[in-house]
């Protein structure tokens, strides 16, 4: 009769044990799995970083690609020059459409338009950097040639849904009450979103765009249909072709020059590093904001 009046007390117990045995299993995959991604991740930078230190000097920096020279000193200046004219072209052009969608989404519309517009830009990130390449090539390239426009058009397409993604979430974050307040002393509600509500969403806008640039940062197939056919030095003039890093990279590890393939693997260096320094502000801005909204709903 104990025995038999004693078993149920020990289930509870039992069931707790298992749970926590379960718990901590469950912790050591996550960490092993965490383990493997930062190692495949050091063995790739450090695979990149190992081929390419070796040419990142002052003439990779300041001298530009020249094609059919190979006794000129040859860098990638223009290459850094067309990516930078190429990545801000592109980035304020998605910038202002994408906060307007999201602010039309977040604080305006009906649910299903809400729904409708959400799954399209959903849909939009999903679709092969390629595709939308072929795309531009065909609204744009077959009517007037290659440019940095077409080159920044297509790479803002592919910006868009990060930001606007990145300002639905932090504008979702904004207490109501802040919304309320200006609405109490009657001002209009737009003015009450353009006045109180998006300045408290400034750091996680940035944060999505930053994101967004190094997604397009290192962006290859749509720039070879839009803004490949670059001439040599540096250009600045969006009209034009001009050349940028990752097409730079494309062409440079398609050559049969030993040193091609090391100033591309110098050039992908390059990238990751801007990458790495674009991801870790990103945090610290997303942090930031964070705390800023968390603050002005006290």
Not at 104 to 124: C, H, K, M, Q
Request: glycine share 8%; net charge positive; with cysteine.
């Amino acid at each position: 009769m104990s025995a038999v009046e004693l078993s149920p007390l020990h289930r509870p117990q039992d069931r707790l044990r298992r749970r926590r045995v379960f718990n901590r299993g469950m912790e050591a995959l996550a960490w092993l799995a965490a383990a493997i991604a930062v190692f495949f991740l050091g063995v790739v930078v450090w695979s990149v970083a190992q081929r390419g230190w070796s040419q990142l000097n002052l003439d990779f920096l300041t001298k530009s690609q020249v094609q059919f020279e190979p006794a000129v000193p040859q860098g990638l200046a223009n290459a850094f020059a067309g990516s930078l004219v190429l990545v801000g072209l592109a980035t304020a052009m998605a910038l202002p459409f994408g906060i307007l969608i999201a602010v039309y989404v977040n604080e305006f519309a009906p649910r299903p338009i809400r729904s409708a517009i959400g799954l399209t830009l959903d849909v939009l990130a999903g679709v092969p950097a390629i595709v939308i390449g072929f795309f531009v090539y065909g609204l744009i390239v077959v009517a007037h040639g290659q440019s940095a426009y077409a080159g920044a058009f297509a790479l803002a397409v592919i910006m868009l849904p990060f930001v606007y993604r990145a300002t639905v979430e932090v504008l979702a974050l904004v207490p109501n009450s802040l919304r309320e307040a200006g609405l109490g002393v009657g001002a209009p509600r737009w003015r009450t979103t353009l006045g109180i509500v998006l300045p408290q969403t400034i750091g996680g806008v940035l944060t999505g765009t930053t994101l967004a640039v190094a997604r397009v940062a290192g962006e290859t197939a749509p720039l070879l249909f839009t803004c490949s056919l670059a001439p040599n030095g540096i250009h600045w003039n969006p009209s034009g072709a001009i050349q940028s890093v990752p097409v730079a990279v494309f062409e440079l590890s398609d050559s049969a020059e030993p040193s091609d393939h090391a100033r591309a693997w110098a050039a992908a260096l390059v990238l990751i590093l801007f990458i790495l320094v674009a991801s870790l502000t990103a945090r610290w801005l997303a942090t930031r904001s964070k705390r800023k909204i968390m603050r002005a709903g006290r």
